[in-house]
């Protein structure tokens, strides 16, 4: 078949569903939540992610190589995509801000609402209180997000019931995936805007076992989850598309899946145990940078658009999107009316069926707090601060060559007009306030190439502190004389020890105050600390590290220390008792 008789058939085809008699198309947004580039497998970038169902539903459709959010942050993001226009025009910039302009405008569920269609929102809102959702235009709710009661007039099954907290009865992806299913086979044979957004991966880290077993295998425990959580979200893909499929409505469903904005990694991707607030296990590769930031990996996110029947498979498609689109898109195939300028994203679906080849955008600009950030083709200029980047996109999407000193002119030309767009903002201006020491280093670390800040040192709650104030810094554990000053000596104490004797103390530390560092032990049997169970050293005053090892005797077996420092502020860079019969015991975990 020729191109141009097939774009001919598309537009035919297109032109019945939305003028014609036909039932009007569903439409189905998944919206993931924390969600890195990298975590498809259909991206190609590692093998330890699994999302069959979510690669199919891009080997139906399009694989979008250069998607964005609207911010690096999930309210902004949100509320950006659900009105369809830049968040900063009614006042969303950042999460904390007040959202009287978002309950001002009119989202796509109102819009589509209004035209006929049964609207449903699943999963994470945080865009007021569950229970008010309805006030903005879903039908139905199912505001499952954690395994704690939530807003709902839906039950799992699609039945209604009286807006109030519902008990969790399953994982909430799953639950949300459960109802979502429900509700396709109780409104078969009507249009449906489904909002499913899945909190997932953002922490808290909470996969089931069955998830969790699909990824054995050593590999950081928080990237286990976030793999388990994204393959919770993907099954539920499969359940939703599987639904459709059972009542022939594949081909009369337009499909997005998108994430809200990058990963957070924290920098250190530091593996923390709990699951709870850190990096969420997901990952931003081959991008710079993550969630916080208008670098690519902060707002370049998974992005996949599925129409079998209209929007020919197996396409991967390079010129820039937006979440907005998504707004502007369904506007156009639901036929609404919609005035000039009154929706800042653009229908793709003349792009994605072949009828025009050009890029839907001329440009796309994002103002998040302190940055501000516009891509035009393949160049972009990111504004930070007093920090300005130029990069070429087109062989450097990694963000690592700063080209503003060889290309001023594109930089200049791209300010000017990122400039008059944010003028056009509320408040207006390229940056709402400073930016913040995470963000600092941030850009340190990421675009600047500095060293990263070390963590702070995890202290072992076994040990506890008298005469003084403990706390982890950088460079290890710092211990502050109380406010009795120098004279007063603070100690660090452990008890519920097993040490068979020998035991052999090492320490590396500093203090601003001459004195000694003495090691004071309790064995088994003892009731009291004793003067002749005491071993001490002498340190000098001084800015450099002092290595001191100290014996404890044999014989029996230690169960309590005390480790005693001058006054003053004396810095631990590492502490270590170890013994013939047991770990040996640190400061630090």
């Known amino acids: 078949m020729k191109p141009s008789f097939l774009i001919f058939s598309l537009l035919i085809t297109v032109a019945t569903f939305v003028h014609g008699d036909e039932v009007r198309p569903n439409i189905i947004v998944f919206y993931t939540d924390d969600h890195g580039y990298a975590d498809l497998s259909c991206q190609g970038v590692f ?45 969303v ?40 959702i309805t006030e903005h235009g879903f039908k139905h709710v199912f505001n499952q997000n954690a395994q704690r009661p939530f807003a709902a007039n839906i039950t799992l099954d699609g039945a209604d019931r009286q807006m109030s907290n519902l008990p969790p009865a399953m994982y909430h992806v799953d639950g949300c995936s459960k109802a979502a299913a429900a509700l396709i086979e109780r409104y078969k ?40 959580m994204l393959s919770a979200v993907d099954d539920g893909v499969g359940l939703i598309t599987d639904t459709l499929a059972k009542h022939n409505l594949t081909e009369k469903t337009l499909i997005f899946f998108i994430g809200d904005n990058g990963a957070p990694l924290k920098i250190h991707k530091r593996d923390a145990p709990g699951g709870g607030p850190g990096w969420d296990g997901s990952l931003n590769d081959p991008l710079n940078g993550e969630k916080g930031m208008l670098s690519e990996g902060g707002m370049h996110v998974p992005f996949v658009i599925a129409w079998p029947g209209i ?66 083709g393949d160049w972009k200029l990111l504004l930070a601060g007093d920090r300005e980047y130029l990069y070429d996109l087109s062989s450097d999407i990694e963000e690592q060559h700063n080209v503003l000193r060889t290309h001023p002119e594109i930089a200049t030309r791209l300010r000017g007009k990122l400039t008059a767009w944010a003028s056009e903002l509320s408040p207006p201006g390229l940056a709402t306030q400073e930016m913040s020491k995470a963000v600092f280093d941030f850009f340190d670390y990421y675009l ?21 104030e403990m706390k982890s810094i950088a460079t290890g554990v710092q211990i502050t004389a109380g ?73 029996t077996k230690v169960i309590h220390v005390r480790l005693q420092v001058p006054g003053g502020v004396t810095t631990i860079k590492s502490f270590e008792l170890q013994s013939s019969n047991a770990k040996a015991v640190t400061l630090t975990e």
């Open 47 to 91: 093998d330890d992610v699994k999302t069959p169902n979510v690669d199919a539903l891009a080997r139906s459709g399009v694989l979008v190589t250069n998607g964005y959010s609207t911010a690096p942050q999930c309210v902004p993001s949100r509320a950006g995509f659900l009105i369809g226009k830049f968040q900063s025009r009614f006042g």
């Open 483 to 555: 406010k009795t000053g120098k004279n007063q000596k603070p100690f660090i104490t452990r008890s519920g020890l097993n040490l068979l004797g020998p035991v052999k103390a090492n320490v590396v530390l500093k203090s601003d105050t001459p004195g000694e560092i003495s090691i004071t032990w309790r064995t088994l049997g003892d009731k009291h600390f004793t003067p002749e169970k005491r071993v001490s050293v002498a340190l000098t005053n001084s800015e450099d590290w002092q290595n001191v090892e100290l014996q404890l005797p044999g014989g």
């Open 448 to 468: 600047d190439g500095k060293p990263a800040t070390p963590l702070p040192q995890k202290l072992d709650v076994s040990w506890q502190v008298r005469g003084g």
């Open 311 to 376: 929007i020919p498979g197996g396409q991967i498609y390079n010129h820039p999107v937006s979440s907005l689109d998504v707004a502007a898109t369904a506007a156009g195939i639901a036929n609404l009316e919609t005035r000039p300028g009154e929706l800042d994203g653009v229908n793709l679906l003349p792009f994605l069926s072949g009828q025009l080849t050009t890029p839907p955008h001329d440009a796309l600009m994002w103002r998040w707090t302190a940055q501000s950030a516009i891509r035009e």
């Open 93 to 132: 910039e950042a999460n904390g801000h007040s959202l009287d302009g978002f309950d001002r405008e009119l989202t796509i569920a109102e819009r589509l609402q209004s035209a006929g269609y049964i609207t449903a929102q699943f999963g994470k809102w945080h865009l007021g209180v569950g229970t008010k």
């Open 189 to 228: 044979d009507e249009p449906l805007f489904l909002y499913v957004a899945y909190r997932a991966p953002h922490v808290p880290l909470d996969a089931p076992r069955k998830y969790l077993d699909r990824f054995p295998g050593k590999m950081p425990e928080r990237r286990r989850q976030a793999l388990a």
